[in-house]
């Protein structure tokens, strides 16, 4: 098993920023890829962003260009940086993990976009 502990969720006017961090209980160098997904009330669960252990990048369209995915391997932690956000970002946002035994999930941090 592989937990996944999700922290920087919380209320932002529109156009403000936050970071997000995902932390892994053991080595993220053995993740083939990690994410980000989000899903707001009603909604089905979106791939916000995804990162190889090769530092390839991918974005959502509706992100690009203001979210940024990064990953220290030293740290066992993946991030997210939300530039620009808009209320329509208001989500719960998930860490995910995939490692050769399994995909593993976090139980989310909520962004909330709101003047």
């Known amino acids: 098993q592989v937990q996944l502990v999700e922290s920087g969720g919380d209320l932002v006017q529109p156009g403000g920023s936050l970071r997000l961090s995902c932390s892994a209980s053991i080595s993220t160098s053995r993740a083939t890829a990690m994410a980000w997904y989000r899903q707001a009330p009603g909604n089905q669960r979106e791939l916000v962003a995804s990162?190889?252990?090769?530092?390839?990048?991918n974005y959502a369209d509706s992100v690009k260009g203001r979210f940024a995915i990064s990953r220290d391997d030293a740290k066992n932690t993946m991030y997210l940086q939300m530039n620009s956000l808009k209320p329509e970002d208001t989500a719960g946002y998930y860490c995910?993990?995939?490692?050769?035994?399994?995909?593993?999930w976090g139980q989310g941090t909520q962004v909330t976009v709101s003047s």
């Open positions: 995910n993990a995939d490692y050769h035994w399994g995909g593993f």
């Open positions: 990162i190889t252990t090769h530092g390839t990048t």
